[in-house]
């Protein structure tokens, strides 16, 4: 089974912090995802990728960039958190052509 | 841009059968997917559809209308398990990225 990991389940930050949210996955999919749930909002894109080195603009890319060093690894980067950030964060992954995305289990980060 | 709609809740009996609408506006359309997010939890995957018609995958079967921008999730025979949110989602003419809509939250009274 895919497997995607993603570091922290909680993470409470203060406002103006820099914040790391590391996501892995094991199946050398091509392709990595970064979400932002929130309660009537649903899903949002903030950033993907293709591939390695590679990132693309979601929907909501303001103040946050992401990092593909490695194919398994997809690293999104609040530059300084702010109250608004506090949300789920989930990461997703998927290969070329595939149908489904996997999910890691989510990051719930609060900004204080 | 993409318009993605459905119901924000719904509650059934145990047992019974219930249909989740989602209706889409897109630029490009490359497939409609359903996911299952029970609480505190990922969402998985349940369904895909790229074709006109119905898909059937035991309890749970997916339609799609491509000229109507519509589609339904009918879930048969509800268990209490059946309680979580329904994410209907929509992938674009370009690559694998999703969109989705905000989710429909199915509660299963017994």
Not at chain 1, 55 to 64: A, C, L, V
Not at chain 2, 8 to 16: F, L, P, Q, R, V
Not at chain 2, 64 to 87: C, I, N, T, V
Request: charged share 20%.
């Amino acid at each position: 089974d895919v497997k995607v990991t993603q570091s922290s389940r909680y993470l409470v930050k203060r406002t103006g912090e820099k914040v790391f949210l590391e996501c892995v996955q094991d199946m050398d999919h091509e392709n990595m995802f970064w979400y932002r749930q929130d309660p009537g909002l649903g899903l949002r894109l903030i950033y993907f990728s293709y591939d390695v080195k590679m990132k693309e603009k979601g929907d909501i890319p303001e103040g946050y960039s992401v990092s593909r060093e490695k194919k398994e690894r997809f690293s999104l980067i609040l530059e300084s958190a702010s109250t608004n950030q506090t949300s789920m964060y989930l990461c997703a992954s998927t290969r070329q052509g595939y149908n489904g995305y996997t999910f890691g289990s989510g990051t719930r980060l609060t900004v204080v | 841009g993409q318009n993605i709609d459905q119901p924000t809740e719904m509650t059934a009996t145990e047992g019974a059968i219930v249909q989740i609408n989602c209706t889409y506006q897109t630029s490009g359309f490359n497939g409609l997917f359903w996911y299952q997010q029970h609480a505190g939890e990922a969402p998985t995957f349940l369904s895909y559809n790229v074709l006109d018609g119905l898909e059937e995958k035991g309890r749970f079967s997916s339609f799609l209308s491509r000229s109507k921008g519509y589609s339904y999730l009918l879930l048969k025979e509800l268990q209490m398990k059946d309680s979580a949110s329904y994410l209907c989602a929509v992938r674009g003419a370009a690559g694998n990225k999703l969109t989705f809509g905000g989710g429909t939250r199915v509660l299963v009274k017994p």
